[in-house]
């Protein structure tokens, strides 16, 4: 752990987890008495994977793994997260994706699997699952992206489908809530596609990238300014803000990252902040406040803060119990900063 000063008023902390493998699926705990947790997953190029809780330990300075938190998993996750709650009402769910959507339950002493959601049992083979959010609104509520072209609603309660959607030309790689009935994803067709679940025939698209046939990445909606979603495309240093009331025209390009942009996170606690991390080993948040109108050209906007990682970053996570508190993960490090 590495601790240091912003001027005289502000400490600012940087406490690094050193995991035995690279890390790629990674997010926060979503309750008030788990505010310093993670969950982490490996990405191995073989079917065993695994999956570490990790937490603050507040005595010593440093985050710790749990080895009887520590599980299995099938092929690398593609994505982490546990069930938003943050009053605790709930069980201690965490969910991944990679081959299926897996929702596991954790114990005092033990992670158990709870379900396996499968919507092809027809086949001996499954479609990889790219990505998946989780409903803050209706937790019972997780959408799935997948190489198939399909989006999947799923009641994880009733462990069954709510609701498939073709919801792209090509592959689709990312999803995101942007309210209970209403969700976004964006896939190797180029394009950023609005559904809202009242009108299963019919999805806007409100953005399609410049560039013919590439690839969008990664999604993030806006939960403070719903207005708002951010995108990034495959092999581009710039990240593309978009209002979702001026359909196609880009509000803002983000273009000061020197290598291609991994990850995106908006800012929980604010509607006008974003962080954004990439190849070029920095993570940089950015303040959005000027951005008001649509504009084609530009890039003009530089970021308020950067932080220079030892190396590539692939993943970052705002946490939401904790908005001063941003991990990013490289090679096989997870560093949590703050405050920022």
Request: no cysteine; net charge negative.
């Given at each position: 752990m590495e601790r240091y000063s912003q001027g005289t008023q502000k400490k600012s902390e940087i406490y690094t987890y050193e995991a035995p493998w690279q890390?790629?699926?990674?997010?926060?705990?979503?309750?008030?008495?788990?505010?310093?947790?993670?969950?982490?997953?490996?990405?191995?190029?073989?079917?065993?994977?695994?999956?570490?809780?990790?937490?603050?330990d507040e005595e010593s300075g440093?985050?710790?793994s749990d080895p009887r938190l520590a599980f299995d998993h099938p092929y690398p996750t593609t994505k982490i997260m546990f069930i938003p709650d943050k009053e605790c009402q709930?069980?201690?769910l965490l969910a991944t994706t990679g081959d299926y959507l897996r929702i596991w339950q954790i114990c005092e002493d033990r992670v158990e699997p709870k379900s396996l959601l499968n919507n092809n049992k027809n086949s001996e083979f499954c479609a990889p699952l790219t990505s998946f959010d989780w409903n803050d609104a209706d937790p019972k509520r997780i959408g799935t992206s997948s190489i198939d072209t399909t989006c999947t609603i799923w009641d994880i309660e009733k462990e069954v489908v709510d609701t498939q959607l073709i919801a792209h030309d090509k592959e689709v790689y990312d999803i995101a809530w942007g309210e209970v009935g209403?969700?976004?994803?964006?896939?190797?067709?180029?394009?950023v596609r609005v559904f809202d679940l009242r009108d299963k025939e019919h999805s806007t698209i409100i953005y399609e990238s410049s560039q013919?046939?590439?690839?969008?990445l990664r999604l993030g909606w806006n939960k403070q300014d719903p207005r708002f979603i951010a995108t990034i495309l495959m092999d581009s240093c710039k990240v593309v803000i978009l209002d979702i009331r001026f359909p196609t025209l880009p509000v803002a390009e983000l273009q000061r990252h020197q290598a291609s942009v991994n990850t995106i996170a908006w800012a929980p606690h604010s509607p006008c902040h974003i962080c954004t991390a990439g190849d070029d080993s920095q993570a940089l948040i950015w303040?959005?406040?000027?951005?008001s109108q649509p504009l084609v050209e530009g890039g003009g906007l530089d970021p308020i803060l950067a932080y220079t990682a030892a190396a590539?970053?692939?993943?970052?996570?705002?946490?939401?119990?904790?908005?001063?508190?941003?991990?990013?993960a490289f090679s096989n490090e997870d560093t949590n900063r703050g405050p920022i």
């Open positions: 890390i790629y699926g990674m997010n926060w705990s979503v309750r008030n008495d788990k505010k310093f947790r993670l969950g982490i997953g490996s990405f191995l190029e073989e079917y065993n994977n695994r999956v570490e809780i990790i937490e603050l440093e985050f710790r709930r069980p201690d209403v969700f976004a994803s964006v896939s190797a067709d180029g394009s013919p046939e590439t690839p969008l303040e959005l406040s000027s951005v590539e970053i692939n993943q970052l996570q705002w946490s939401s119990m904790q908005p001063d508190w941003v991990a990013i």
